[in-house]
């Protein structure tokens, strides 16, 4: 290992031209704990990245064995293959893909970065699987309610979510150019059969939850709107104090007093801020919430440098923008 001078950490993206190793590649380099030694990609190898001074080069095994800290932002499949090379060779591994997250069928000896979650045993993870996008509104908005007890166990959570048309990553695909995508809203993945649903069952067993994606006419920022069945008596009010409460201490979770969140409040950023009303005339006690989140901030490279953070000790807020 090369640990620089100073307490700095070597690090390292694979994948760096993609959408979200682009992010990644940003925010290490203006990271001060962090040298940024290489980002790679086998298409733009010799062009400049991100990175104000680092060119792409192609993968190197020797090279990324040599780094504290390595970030898989490659497609599925090849994040899992790099994974096996790595893991147990030195570096730490942080994997932005969906190959050992929960339900992946790879999730042992991954720790699952949900990271005001988990961020104890981020600390010690050789290899942490950075949660998806969607999992990530979704997860911190409802994981402290069903821990309070006020969701109601015996009704559906409906949860409809838009992505910008980065969350699709930048592989030229037909259905995602200009003339098709902008000025339509469409939904995709209908059926309750989204990938993500798997890491969001596993953390929230017994939640009977229906989750509808649709694709937005925007490039990043992810806006999710859940109905949320709640206990008799429970209102808005008690939902925003207990998220107040778990994330008071938590500066990429924001929590809104008074309204829904919107793009604005967070595209850009690598926060997340979340919002509850009451609503009026349903049969059933229920709320509405919110989550807002950029998909390649909070939902990918914010998060993932949040996870570094801990593997190294230092602030959860270092290097990132938070909200
Ligand atoms: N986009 C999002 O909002 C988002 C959010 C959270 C998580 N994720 C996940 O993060 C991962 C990356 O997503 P992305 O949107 O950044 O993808 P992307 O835009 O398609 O980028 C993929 C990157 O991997 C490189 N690459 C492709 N095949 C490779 C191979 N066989 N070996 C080495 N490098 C290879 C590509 O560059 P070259 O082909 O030039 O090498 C490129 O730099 C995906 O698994 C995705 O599901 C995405």
Redesign the pocket.
Known sequence: MTTSPGGRVTAGV????????REVTRLLDGHAGVDLVFT?????AGNPSSARTLAFSQ?DEGAVLEVDVVFL????G??AAWADRIVGHGPRVID???DHRPGSGREDGAVYGLNEWNREAVADAQLVANP??YPTGVLLSLLPLHEAGILDPDRLIVVNASSGV??A???PRADLLFAEVSGDFRAYAWGNRHRHLLEMRALLPGVDLLFQPHLLPVPRGILETMVLPVRDGVDAGEVRRIWASRYEFEPAVLPLEDRLPALSDVVGTDGLALGVTDVADTREPAVMAGAALD??GK??AGQAVQNMNAIFGWPTERGIRCP
Not at 40 to 44: D, K, V
Not at 73 to 76: F, V
């Open positions: 694979l994948g760096g031209s993609g959408y979200t190793g790679t990609s086998r298409s733009e993968p932002c490659l497609p599925h090849e994040a932005l893909t969906a998806g996008c980065t969350g990553g930048r592989v998909n390649l939902g990918a």
